[in-house]
C-alpha cells in the first residue's frame, strides 16, 4: 500500500471539519438573530432556512453539504489508489490538485459565491477527480 495519496485524503476530511465549524459559527448566531423558533422549522415544510436566513450564512451550510457529494468519490477513489499500491507519484500529485481545487470553490462560495468562479473551479476539480478514477480504472483492469 502506498500512503502518500493519503495526506490530501486526511487534508480534504479536515478541511470538511474546518466548515463544520464555519457553519455553526454563522448559523446559530444567525437563528437567534431571526429569532427563529427551531420547532417551527421542523413542523411547517414551507419554512427553511435559506428563506429566513441571509445568504451569506445559507452559502457556509451549502459549501459543508457539497463537502459531503463529488468529495465521497474522491475518497474512494483514493482509498482504492492507496490499497493497490498506486496512491504515490502522478496519483498524489493529482489528489492535492483536487484537494487544493475543492478548498477554493469553498472560500469562493462562502466569501462571496461568484457563480462563474465557483463553477470553473468545480469544473477543474471534477476534471481532477475524473483523471485519478481513471488512473484506478486503468491500474485495476488493464490486461
Request: charged share 10%; hydrophobic share 55%; proline share 5%.
Amino acid at each position: 500500500m502506498t500512503t502518500e495519496i493519503l495526506k490530501p485524503v486526511v487534508v480534504l476530511a479536515a478541511w470538511t471539519a474546518i466548515m463544520w465549524f464555519w457553519l455553526y459559527a454563522t448559523r446559530i448566531p444567525a437563528v437567534k438573530a431571526a429569532n427563529l423558533d427551531p420547532e417551527r422549522l421542523v413542523r411547517d415544510p414551507g419554512v427553511t432556512l435559506d428563506h429566513v436566513l441571509p445568504p451569506q450564512v445559507q452559502w457556509v451550510a451549502h459549501n459543508y453539504n457539497h463537502l459531503h457529494e463529488a468529495p465521497t468519490v474522491f475518497y474512494a477513489t483514493a482509498l482504492t489508489l492507496a490499497l493497490i499500491g498506486k496512491g504515490d507519484g502522478t496519483a498524489a500529485t493529482v489528489a492535492w490538485v483536487y484537494v487544493a481545487l475543492r478548498i477554493v470553490h469553498s472560500l469562493v462560495q462562502v466569501l462571496g459565491n461568484k457563480l462563474t468562479a465557483r463553477f470553473l473551479v468545480f469544473a477543474l476539480s471534477s476534471f481532477a477527480l475524473f483523471t485519478l478514477i481513471g488512473m484506478a480504472a486503468l491500474a485495476l483492469f488493464k490486461a
